[in-house]
């Protein structure tokens, strides 16, 4: 069961209005889908209105009341973002669309810059398409390998094997996820990143998953770049950030070009601005990137470590209420573990699955979830993937049992 000192955290779905319904079975709605997109709180709801309905205006331009508001709250979510992820500057600290883009980011500019023919960027099996096809792409242009380090039969990254990688090959970059969306394996970051370094590769790590729930601490971890999504830690869609050490950043060239990312231009050429504004050409997405900031000050006054063992307790829970339905099967079984788990249920298909949980008002996620090369290496096509969050209660794990059970019934007959 939850441990009583849990129960403090656990109610929060009041501050959630869209959680608030009834869905269109009559079922209360459970959802089970935030490792895709979490929801938002009024907080958050309420500060983007705010800035649409008072102050929406472009930012860094106008010399008028209202681009000086806009571009306040714009660069106050900055600052916020720095002091979640403890970066050193705001320097450091891009704004994108999401982790997606800021991988992007990384292989076309860091990549580009430094990536030739008979270099080696060392990927691991377990991850997110966003952190495999950049770097595919630009080793089918450039002529470097892309390399996968091997996973264990627990969904481990293989530590021995990643060191024998690094020492057998002319690694320039690792990129790994620091919690898999699909295992649920959190990745021990601040070793791989120390092996990385020793061996002269820096380290892009894929928070997408890890950020919106456990501390994340730049100078802890000693990684080089870091992505996250907005929209997966009570934010809107359309922002996400990339971290990167500032000497890096300087050094390299931007990645878009166009508005706010120069310092001159001439009919010959241009010069780019200083950081961050070198990497955010055009006009961003200021109401997102104003609703993060508050999604980070909702999570900061709930606490990240209570989130984070809120979490554990909840996916425990649901790990032992699983593990007695019959037929299923979960991926993943270490014991170090973010809120998602990846089953399938004997032969019923994972599509059919969603479809009946849907009946019973129950939202998860099936397919590869953008990781096809796991999904092969698993055996399997696709997965039902159910995902938690901070406002996941006992009550949805007991519903979604209960459903499990129900289409076991339903296909046996
Ligand atoms: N990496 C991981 C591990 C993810 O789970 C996701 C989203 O599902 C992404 C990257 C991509 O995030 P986005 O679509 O926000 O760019």
């Known amino acids: 069961m939850i441990p009583e000192h849990i129960s403090t955290i656990l109610n929060l779905k009041s501050d959630f209005p869209i959680l608030n319904q009834t869905h269109q079975t009559g079922n209360p709605l459970t959802y089970l889908d935030s490792a895709a997109s979490s929801q938002m709180p009024t907080i958050v709801i309420e500060a983007v209105n705010d800035y649409h309905r008072r102050y929406h205006a472009n930012v860094h331009r106008g010399i008028h009341q209202l681009s000086e508001l806009a571009t306040e709250g714009y660069e106050l979510a900055r600052k916020k973002v720095k002091g979640f992820i403890n970066a050193k500057s705001?320097?450091?600290?891009?704004?994108?669309?999401?982790?997606?883009?800021?991988?992007?980011?990384?292989?076309?500019?860091?990549?580009?810059?430094?990536?030739?023919?008979?270099?080696?960027?060392?990927?691991?099996?377990?991850?997110?398409?966003s952190n495999i096809i950049p770097y595919q792409m630009l080793a089918q242009e450039k002529g470097f390998t892309v390399r996968f380090i091997p996973i264990t039969a627990t969904g481990e990254i293989d530590l021995v094997v990643y060191q024998q990688l690094l020492a057998d090959n002319p690694v320039k970059l690792v990129g790994v996820t620091h919690c898999s969306n699909v295992l649920g394996t959190i990745n021990p970051i601040t070793e791989m990143a120390r092996l990385a370094h020793e061996y002269g590769a820096i380290i892009v790590v894929d928070g997408a998953q890890s950020t919106p729930h456990m501390p994340v601490d730049m100078q802890a971890l000693d990684v080089d770049f870091f992505a996250f999504s907005g929209h997966k830690m009570c934010a809107p869609t359309g922002v996400g950030v990339l971290y990167g050490k500032q000497a890096l950043l300087e050094a390299m060239p931007p990645f878009l070009g166009g508005g706010s990312m120069i310092n001159e231009v001439t009919w010959d050429g241009f010069t780019p601005a200083e950081l961050p504004a070198k990497f955010e050409a055009g006009t961003p997405n200021i109401a997102q990137a104003i609703g993060l900031g508050y999604a980070i000050d909702y999570l900061q006054a709930i606490g990240i470590e209570n989130i984070h063992q809120h979490v554990q307790t909840v996916t425990t829970y649901a790990l032992d209420q699983l593990r007695q339905v019959p037929s299923i099967q979960i991926y993943?079984?270490?014991?170090?573990?973010?809120?998602?788990?990846?089953?399938?249920?004997?032969?019923?298909?994972a599509h059919d699955l969603s479809q009946a949980l849907d009946f019973e008002g129950i939202a998860v996620r099936s397919g590869h979830h953008c990781a096809q090369p796991l999904h092969r290496l698993l055996g399997v096509s696709a997965t039902t993937r159910a995902s938690f969050y901070l406002y996941t209660t006992s009550d949805d794990i007991d519903r979604l049992v209960q459903a499990l059970n129900k289409t076991v019934q339903f296909f046996k007959g």
């Open 332 to 349: 993943g079984d270490s014991p170090s573990r973010g809120g998602v788990i990846a089953f399938t249920l004997g032969n019923i298909h």
């Open 90 to 129: 705001k320097r450091e600290i891009i704004f994108t669309k999401g982790t997606t883009e800021g991988i992007n980011l990384v292989a076309q500019s860091w990549g580009r810059a430094n990536l030739k023919e008979g270099d080696v960027v060392l990927l691991s099996q377990m991850e997110h398409h």
